[in-house]
């Protein structure tokens, strides 16, 4: 693999094993499937009028322009390392890190600008306009490459093999559309909504019914032994001695403990105060080092 960033004679030719796995390392060029088609789905999710086509194909000029307009200012070779701001290759004016901040930023105020600009097209938010139009900007793209792609044909050239790095930068941009991928997302899978705001608000209200805890049968606090089945607020019986099955609580003063064996007769106990041989703190036992001393004084 060679290496653009330092001159020739700051390189030297490495045999060691790491030397030879850089070695191996080849570029491979970037190749956008561009011959895959477009969803039918959205192709045919509404009947759209010439003017709405017209508008959404003159947006999308003033889009490509600008998108280009920054693959060249970087040297860019594709939209996709743009869109991505995964850039394969650039002009090397910052490093890789700050250039992959900055590119970020440009490509975030690019979706947005255009998304603003979508929003005023197509008059608002609410879903019976844009998703019309975010379907007009996907047949347009559609349309574009279409025809790129029927010009290759006409020349005898296979798509698969036609559409190499240097013709990729003849062809159409395509991410266009994809500035409202997930309202492409629901015109595809066929989901109707009001707006925007009002699906997402919809999803999370959805999501905390789904959370709540749904009592079928047998409850989550129901603990099952083999004597059966004991419910919450009824005491559990943990101890079987003999004939007596002792049950664990409290008399009503909280002094001693109770229980009741399977035929209902009272069983007394007694209650043993338990004292706890605690260890002197280190503390004490300095005190007690110092007893008799004048210090202790």
Same mark, same amino acid.
């Given at each position: 693999?060679?290496?653009?960033?330092?001159?020739?004679?700051?390189?030297?030719?490495?045999?060691?094993?790491?030397?030879?796995?850089?070695?191996?390392?080849?570029?491979?060029?970037?190749?956008?499937?561009?011959?895959?088609?477009?969803?039918?789905?959205?192709?045919?999710?509404?009947?759209?009028?010439?003017?709405?086509?017209?508008?959404?194909?003159?947006?999308?000029?003033?889009?490509?322009?600008?998108?280009?307009?920054?693959?060249?200012?970087?040297?860019?070779?594709?939209?996709?390392?743009?869109?991505?701001?995964?850039?394969?290759?650039?002009?090397?004016?910052?490093?890789d890190y700050?250039?992959?901040?900055?590119?970020?930023?440009t490509?975030?105020?690019?979706?947005?600008?255009?998304?603003?600009?979508?929003?005023?097209?197509?008059?608002?938010?609410?879903?019976?306009?844009l998703?019309?139009?975010?379907?007009?900007?996907?047949?347009?793209?559609?349309?574009?490459?279409?025809?790129?792609i029927?010009?290759?044909?006409?020349?005898?050239?296979?798509?698969?093999e036609?559409?190499?790095?240097?013709?990729?930068?003849?062809?159409p941009?395509?991410?266009?559309?994809?500035?409202?991928?997930?309202?492409?997302?629901?015109?595809?899978?066929?989901?109707?909504?009001?707006?925007?705001?009002?699906?997402?608000?919809?999803?999370?209200?959805?999501?905390?019914?789904?959370?709540?805890?749904?009592? *079928?049968?047998?409850?989550?606090?129901?603990? =099952?032994?083999? +004597? #059966?089945?004991?419910?919450?607020? @009824? /005491?559990? !019986?943990?101890?079987?001695?003999?004939?007596?099955?002792?049950?664990?609580?409290?008399?009503?003063e909280?002094?001693? *403990?109770?229980?009741?064996?399977?035929?209902? =007769?009272?069983? +007394? #106990?007694?209650?043993?105060?338990? @004292? /706890?041989? !605690?260890?002197?703190?280190?503390?004490?036992?300095?005190?007690?080092?110092?007893?008799?001393?004048?210090?202790?004084?």
């Amino acid at each position: 693999m060679k290496n653009l960033r330092r001159s020739a004679d700051k390189i030297y030719h490495s045999e060691t094993v790491c030397g030879q796995l850089y070695d191996m390392v080849e570029k491979v060029d970037f190749n956008p499937l561009l011959h895959l088609h477009f969803d039918p789905r959205i192709l045919n999710a509404y009947d759209l009028s010439e003017k709405l086509m017209e508008t959404a194909s003159a947006l999308k000029v003033e889009y490509d322009a600008a998108m280009r307009r920054i693959m060249a200012q970087h040297e860019i070779q594709t939209e996709f390392e743009v869109w991505t701001t995964f850039v394969l290759a650039h002009a090397e004016i910052s490093s890789d890190y700050k250039f992959h901040e900055e590119i970020g930023r440009t490509s975030n105020t690019l979706k947005e600008r255009f998304q603003n600009y979508c929003y005023e097209k197509s008059g608002g938010k609410n879903w019976d306009t844009l998703a019309p139009f975010v379907a007009a900007m996907y047949t347009v793209t559609a349309r574009e490459v279409k025809a790129a792609i029927d010009d290759l044909e006409k020349e005898g050239l296979d798509q698969l093999e036609a559409i190499t790095p240097e013709k990729t930068a003849k062809m159409p941009l395509i991410s266009f559309p994809w500035l409202f991928q997930k309202e492409l997302g629901k015109i595809a899978k066929g989901v109707p909504g009001q707006s925007i705001k009002a699906q997402q608000g919809d999803a999370k209200r959805h999501v905390k019914k789904m959370a709540l805890p749904v009592n *079928i049968g047998r409850g989550h606090d129901d603990i =099952e032994t083999a +004597e #059966g089945v004991t419910h919450r607020g @009824e /005491l559990l !019986e943990l101890f079987h001695d003999g004939e007596h099955q002792v049950k664990i609580g409290e008399d009503a003063e909280g002094e001693g *403990i109770k229980g009741q064996d399977v035929e209902g =007769e009272d069983i +007394e #106990g007694e209650e043993v105060e338990i @004292e /706890l041989d !605690e260890k002197p703190s280190a503390l004490e036992k300095l005190l007690d080092m110092l007893e008799g001393t004048s210090l202790a004084e």
